[in-house]
């Protein structure tokens, strides 16, 4: 009960006293404390008055033609500095960012295509500007964000979900299309590409939920034809190394896999399939933190130093729920 009476005092209180005192205290003279503060001699009286009565002593009292403080006045001086120090501190802007000094791990959430296709040039560009910062990347997995909203993770990638909470912020980076990726020595490895060819071989199909068509389907039964699946795995580095070692067709996004594809023979999908628009994904509390949004920005500069030779120009910001879509870009909900 002591400790509730005593915050319902502190709350009462006008915490605005605690520099009066501390300029009162430190000057030992109305005048000058009023002049310091820039106040009239009457309204730092008042204040004064006000202290007197919310600490229980007179704190400054006459003696000959000035005032001296009391023995709490004395207990306080030393205490009231440094905690007005401290609030200013407090609510100050913060200052500007140090990268050289800066100390900092991010936990980053992507898919192991953007590690393999970004990774060590955005790991290059932060040692360059802040050596002292450390990346963690975790594997991601699902598009569930209470990573992110726990503050387990501080920033993600990817393509952003029908039921993405309304929270999180975005910016889109780019926008990514889907290639045929198969072995060297495949039969689809020469000659023209035409859906009949492309829906006789076997395919993978990817999908972190386990279904057993996409969009290619799809796109494929739009002019009667059909595609043999012979497996289903849930990410496009696994369906690459299927691809690598076999008979099987892969098909996966162009800038996410261009390291993983190497010795690969990559092909265009006879099909209309619709674009992806990758997006960086972070929650509002780091909105403001410099450092974070630092960051952000390297991420956005590493994805657009690397352009796809038909890359069609990025696409346009997103904040929160006011997602402007490319027109030529749709959001695939099991990518």
């Known amino acids: 009960m002591a400790n509730r009476a005593s915050l ?12 009066t005192l501390d300029v009162l205290l430190t000057e030992g003279s109305v005048a000058r404390a009023a002049r310091r503060l820039r106040l009239s001699p009457s309204a730092m009286s008042r204040a004064l008055a006000r202290l007197r009565e919310t600490i229980g002593d007179p704190l400054l009292v006459r003696a000959g033609r000035g005032l001296v403080p009391t023995p709490r006045a004395l207990e306080l001086r030393d205490r009231v500095g440094p905690l007005v120090q401290e609030a200013e501190a407090i609510l100050r802007p913060a200052e500007a960012l140090d990268l050289q000094r ?4 991010f936990s980053v959430r992507a898919s ?3 590690v393999e296709a970004f990774g060590p040039e955005l790991i290059a560009h932060i040692q360059a500007e802040a050596p002292g910062i450390r990346l963690r990347f975790v594997q991601k997995l699902d598009k569930d964000s209470t990573q992110l909203r ?17 929270e999180i912020r975005t910016r889109a980076l780019f926008s990514d299309h889907f290639v045929g990726v198969v072995r060297r020595g495949h039969p689809l490895a020469t000659g023209e590409i035409t859906a009949d060819r492309f829906a006789a071989g076997r395919h993978i199909l990817v999908s972190r939920r386990g279904l057993d068509k996409g969009p290619i389907d799809d796109a494929l ?4 034809l059909q595609r043999d699946i012979a497996t ?7 369906a690459l190394s299927l691809a690598r070692g076999s008979e099987l067709v892969a098909i996966v996004p162009e800038r996410h896999t261009r390291t993983l594809r190497d010795g690969m023979v990559t092909f265009p999908l006879p099909v209309s399939v619709p674009e992806i628009a990758v997006s960086l994904l972070w929650h509002p509390r780091l909105d403001a933190d410099p450092a974070h949004r630092w960051l ?3 991420v956005r500069r590493v994805c657009g130093m690397q352009k796809s030779p038909d890359d069609m120009g990025g696409v346009p910001a997103e904040t929160g729920n006011n997602r402007r879509r490319h027109p030529q870009v749709y959001l695939l909900p099991d990518y």
């Open 232 to 238: 289903i795995v849930t990410g496009f580095s696994p």
């Open 102 to 105: 800066l100390v900092r791990t």
């Open 150 to 166: 726990e503050g387990s993770v501080d920033l993600e990638t990817g393509v952003i979900g029908a039921a993405q909470s309304p």
């Open 112 to 114: 192991d295509g953007f």
């Open 221 to 224: 039964e739009a002019i009667g």
């Open 296 to 298: 952000r920005e390297c």
């Open 8 to 19: 319902a005092s502190m709350t009462r209180a006008d915490l605005n006293l605690l520099i």
